[in-house]
């Protein structure tokens, strides 16, 4: 029985560990001043509604920026114009799982607004290819079907156990 629980834990342990990016998203946008200029080397920042940091990243010369790998969420968004002369600010929004676009404009005057949107689907340089529906690799695909095998195999043996039907010698002895 105990070898039987390993293999089960380790299966689902091993899919799980095969396939992050399938439960994650990313915020991509663009930062540019109230003309539409861009402005490059703003810093983004993603912090958790308690205040701790948990991604960041820097819009490149075009004041595009993308910050991947986050789990679907409500997270609180923090524009630093980096010693540009503009005013920075935040903005809180929820993450779906389609990801988010989030278009910054910069004033020196006032603080930064923030235009959020479910993303549309608008991918920076260096991006897979989308599709609608997603689509999984092979190696994935086949860490979901190993995960949802074991952890089925896992629940049915659990639940037998616990009835008293299933033991390391066998079915258990009828009762009188």
Not at 8 to 18: D, E, K
Not at 132 to 146: I, K, R, S
Request: net charge negative; charged share 15%.
């Amino acid at each position: 029985m105990r070898r039987l629980v390993s293999v089960v834990f380790a299966a689902a342990a091993l899919s799980i560990a095969g396939a992050p990016r399938v439960f994650c998203a990313d915020v991509v946008g663009l930062v540019a001043d109230t003309h539409g200029r861009p402005i490059a080397n703003a810093r983004i920042l993603v912090k958790t509604l308690a205040n701790n940091a948990l991604s960041e990243a820097h819009s490149n010369t075009n004041g595009q920026y993308q910050l991947t790998g986050l789990a679907p969420g409500t997270y609180k968004y923090v524009l630093d114009p980096v010693a540009s002369g503009f005013v920075g600010g935040d903005a809180v929004s929820y993450l779906g799982a389609k990801g988010l676009t989030i278009n910054w404009h910069l004033s020196r005057n006032s603080p930064a607004i923030a235009l959020a949107r479910e993303s549309t689907g608008t991918m920076l340089a260096g991006d897979p290819p989308a599709a609608d529906p997603p689509v999984f690799t092979d190696e994935e695909f086949l860490g979901l079907l190993v995960g949802s095998g074991a952890l089925i195999i896992g629940g049915v043996t659990g639940g037998l156990a616990a009835a008293g039907e299933y033991s390391e010698g066998g079915p258990a002895s009828p009762s009188l």
